[in-house]
């Protein structure tokens, strides 16, 4: 029975387990597939009862293999902490972040960098991109940490913030064209895109598009420059614009939120990444 404690297979075990996917596992332990197969197949042997339900896409576990990722993250949390006593030396542990391009700064790299000080031996790996494409990093056991934005209520979040939406154009000129409205978007399946389109056609008001950028700063250029108008969270108004209200033919769209997911499991890593999701969630 004591052959149960090679690290090596309990570690590939708790990937395997947490990702529910053998190729993100491997991507984790810098591994292959087979590799972990076979670390998995040796350690059902050893434990005598198989720990996985095979023929789902998402691998689920079987009741011992419930009962052993339990006892396995505490026997490799207590073995890190163990040799970080005994050598002085703490294991550098990677939080994997996600953020969209307009939340990846301002408030929350003030908070990264104080978390960063406070905790010397994490690292910090921030990724920027689309709400939806971080969502489904997410998802697929890619990211630790992610802060987006969706629809209200539309993922359970341990965290969530309202985020008001305002039509903006350009405050360089009075008027705009009214026989076809010239829209600065986001790429296909970038939010707000298809509110736009939406909302214009309720009020059946012809539009067209004009712009389309992946940047928010372009967006905001674009709109400044007099390029079209475009549907921004309110904090993302520059004073070189202007809010366009139903008086101006432009019906109100319903309020977002910006939402905080993590993983929330006992091991050092998890709990890493929920101190500092409380640390953000103060913002």
Not at 7 to 28: C, M, P, R, Y
Not at 128 to 156: A, M, N, P, T, W
Not at 256 to 262: D, G, K, N, R
Request: proline share 4%.
């Amino acid at each position: 029975m004591n052959s149960l404690l090679n690290f090596v297979l309990l570690k590939t075990f708790v990937a395997v387990a947490e990702t529910g996917n053998f190729t993100v596992a491997s991507q984790h332990l810098n591994s292959t597939q087979s590799t972990l197969s076979q670390q998995i197949q040796r350690l059902e042997a050893l434990v005598g009862q198989p720990l996985f339900i095979r023929g789902h896409r998402i691998l689920a576990l079987t009741e011992t293999g419930e009962v052993l990722l339990s006892y396995a993250k505490k026997i490799l949390a207590l073995n890190d902490t163990f040799f970080m006593k005994m050598t002085g030396n703490a294991i550098i542990q990677t939080i994997r972040l996600g953020f969209p391009e307009d939340l990846a700064s301002g408030q929350v790299t003030p908070t990264l960098a104080i978390f960063m000080q406070d905790n010397p031996n994490i690292r910090l790996e921030v990724t920027s991109g689309l709400s939806r494409q971080l969502h489904q990093r997410y998802q697929h056991g890619e990211l630790d940490l992610i802060i987006v934005k969706q629809r209200k209520g539309e993922f359970k979040s341990h965290y969530h913030w309202p985020e008001p939406l305002c039509w903006l154009t350009t405050n360089r000129r009075e008027h705009l064209n009214t026989d076809s409205v010239p829209l600065i978007v986001f790429p296909e399946n970038g939010l707000y895109r298809n509110d736009m389109f939406k909302l214009l056609d309720i009020e059946q008001r012809p539009w067209h598009i004009t712009y389309t950028c992946s940047s928010l700063a372009g967006i905001q250029s674009a709109i400044t420059d007099g390029l079209g108008v475009s549907l921004l969270p309110v904090r993302a108004k520059l004073p070189q614009h202007r809010i366009l209200t139903e008086e101006d033919g432009f019906p109100t769209a319903q309020e977002m939120e910006i939402a905080m997911h993590f993983h929330t499991g006992s091991d050092t890593l998890n709990a890493l990444a929920q101190q500092l999701a409380r640390q953000l969630g103060r913002l």
